[in-house]
């Protein structure tokens, strides 16, 4: 395993829709587990393809939360998001129903620094391949479906400053084209 670079916004390969993946192969399961590793030390919950500069419909997820002897919090997981065993390797993830709406303060591994409240559905139901090729469906709510959602917009070129409005997206590229991105100690949790 080794660490990859997250490329950060206005990178070409962030604004581009990914190509779907034919087939799991062992190549693809390797980049799969060197994108593990380098979300869990960005740190962040979420991270995909073309992130790490692979256009492709891969992403990878863990949005459980540990303490701090290292053991999984619970209490902070709804009924659905327990069900699901983490980490989550998608390839070709597509969300076939969505219900309800929340907000979410969101960040991103590749635009470091910057948090806004995004909207997004609250419920959804996702199909996709997991790391071994197979089709699998589930349900889930709560952190999980934002961290879904989220990669899923990498996955069809978007930011989640895309979806802010007008206003916000312009002064949050303003910033970043005159300032850069701050440090990595202003960084906050759920990183996207």
């Keep these: 395993m ?4 997250i490329l950060k916004y206005p990178e070409e390969v962030l604004k581009q829709k990914a190509k779907p993946v034919e087939a799991v192969t062992a190549e693809l399961q390797k ?3 060197d994108m593990l590793e380098t979300m869990y030390a960005a740190p962040g919950i979420g991270l995909a393809a073309p992130q790490v500069g692979h256009s492709i419909r891969l992403t990878v997820i863990d949005i459980r939360m540990r303490d701090e002897n290292g053991q999984v919090d619970e209490a902070s ?10 980490p ?30 995004v909207h997004r559905s609250n419920y959804i139901q996702v199909q996709a391949l997991n790391e071994s090729g197979e089709k699998i469906n589930f349900e889930t709510d709560g952190l999980l479906a934002i961290c879904i959602q989220h990669e899923i917009d990498h996955l069809d070129g978007k930011l989640f400053i895309d979806r802010l409005s007008t206003v916000k997206r312009g002064i949050i590229k303003s910033k970043i084209k005159k300032h850069g991105y701050p440090s990595q100690e202003s960084q906050k949790e759920h990183i996207l």
């Excluded at 080794?2 to 670079?5: A, G, P, T, Y």
């Excluded at 997981?77 to 983490?86: G, V």
């Design 31 to 33: 980049l799969a587990s």
């Design 88 to 117: 989550l390797i998608l390839f070709n993830p597509e969300i076939i129903k969505k219900d309800g709406k929340t907000t979410f303060e969101e960040g991103c591994l590749s635009v470091p620094g910057y948090f806004e409240t």
């Design 2 to 5: 080794s660490l990859l670079k």
């Design 77 to 86: 997981m709804t009924e659905l998001e327990k069900k699901i065993s983490m």
